[in-house]
């Protein structure tokens, strides 16, 4: 495997992802912010945060397959929320909890960042998500 990941002593603990990934490798895979579309581009789950997160996780373990790379071999995922509040969390979590075990997404996550925004690229989007990986 060409990623190791871990939270050193002394980080905050428990969080629902690891601190730190270590990554081994010379094939970089880079999947662009992904979001709660069908492949013909329609809306899934308008209005739904916990769906859109499923979703977008979704597209991204497609987009990751694609290059022959998995959750496993993740590094990093960003996630954008639009209106993020800290009561979001539990719907945010329940998206990740959703989808997790279908597309091989271990909790705690990749190394993660959430951030909030005021809104994306169309106004039925809550969520996007970008994944960084690294393979062999």
Known sequence: MSVRRFTPEGMMSPTPYEHVAVGTGTRHVHVSGQVARAADGSPVAPGDLAGQVAHA???????????????DDVLRLTFYVTDWTPGKIGDFMAGVE???????????????????????????????????????
């Open 57 to 71: 996780l979704r597209n991204t373990a497609t987009g990751l397959a694609g290059a022959g790379a998995s959750f």
């Open 98 to 136: 959703q989808v997790a075990e279908e597309i091989g997404l271990t909790v705690p996550l990749p190394p993660s960042s959430l951030i909030g925004v005021d809104h994306l690229f169309e106004p039925d989007v809550l969520v996007e998500v970008e994944a960084t990986a690294i393979l062999d």
